[in-house]
């Protein structure tokens, strides 16, 4: 009976101690998620704008300005750029960025994967370890964005992938990335990068008629690069909040277990420890009950 009640006093303290470390943990997301939410609220509607501005623009335009971030071609060669993140604890944030960036290339890049045309370039630690032991064509170069998370970093990847583009080693590249909503909620999204996106216009739609200075071609040119920058770095926002988020939910919903385990665990003590009294009081009584016979 005593090695069962010192047996559940140890439990109590391990996950006493586990408590302990996802409250703190909780704690630190809750901070860094304060900082992160900032970032992404102020970014959002400064690069949703700048891409609705260039989609209008390359809907808008005759097809002679030489647009070749634009031009759709077939599809052969296909970029995933996987945003994830570099540490775990974070419940299924990361595993439903994989299985959504798997999910896509099985649905609309098959063909290509099959002939070993498809390649991923995994932003955060996490979904790169993954699809490298998966044996996917996966890139390692911007891993570690997630270190030092700025806006020089996520330029250099977006500026990568422009040129591999534009020289033709991809015909289409697609982002794969969590969009944050709130703390407990994240929108799991693939949208496209390039080539860029036109805007379809609805019958009726007035046609966006803009006025250009300098001229539309050195416009473009100037334009392009900075906003697929920006949409870059807004992916890379969205998904920073969205994994601080999402470990901050689930270590908070791991201290609630704690405390339910807590309960039980405390239950069985109290018992255990009753039926101990209990067989000591019989041993006693019957103990005296023997000598008065």
Not at 146 to 154: A, K, M, R, T
Not at 215 to 236: G, H, S
Not at 241 to 250: D, I, L, P, Y
Not at 271 to 287: K, Y
Request: aromatic share 6%; charged share 25%.
């Amino acid at each position: 009976m005593a090695g069962q009640l010192k047996e559940v006093r140890n439990r109590i303290k391990s996950v006493q101690n586990t408590q302990q470390i996802t409250k703190a943990m909780k704690m630190v997301s809750a901070a860094k998620l304060r900082k992160a939410q900032e970032g992404i609220v102020q970014m959002r509607p400064y690069a949703r704008k700048l891409q609705e501005l260039l989609s209008n623009i390359v809907s808008g335009s005759d097809g002679n300005i030489g647009m070749s971030l634009a031009s759709e071609r077939p599809v052969e060669k296909v970029l995933m750029i996987v945003i994830t993140s570099d540490r775990g604890l974070c419940g299924a944030y990361n595993a439903n960025i994989i299985k959504l960036a798997k999910a896509t290339i099985n649905e609309k890049y098959s063909a290509q994967q099959a002939k070993g045309n498809v390649e991923i370039w995994a932003i955060g630690k996490k979904g790169y370890e993954h699809f490298l032991k998966s044996k996917f064509n996966v890139d390692a170069r911007f891993k570690d964005i997630f270190l030092h998370l700025n806006f020089e970093g996520v330029q250099e990847c977006a500026q990568a992938a422009v040129k591999a583009f534009a020289k033709g080693e991809y015909d289409r590249v697609e982002l794969v990335y969590s969009e944050f909503r709130n703390a407990a909620t994240q929108r799991f999204v693939v949208e496209r990068f390039l080539p860029i996106p036109k805007v379809e216009s609805k019958e009726g739609d007035k046609k966006s008629d803009f006025i250009f200075e300098p001229d539309r071609e050195r416009l473009v040119a100037e334009l392009m690069p900075k906003i697929l920058n920006t949409q870059l770095y807004k992916a890379a926002l969205d998904g920073n909040a969205s994994e601080h988020g999402a470990r901050m939910t689930a270590m908070d919903k791991a201290t609630e277990n704690a405390n339910e385990l807590l309960k039980s665990l405390k239950i069985s003590y109290n018992r255990a420890r009753q039926a101990a009294i209990t067989t000591e009081l019989t041993e006693i009584v019957s103990g005296a009950a023997a000598l008065q016979g």
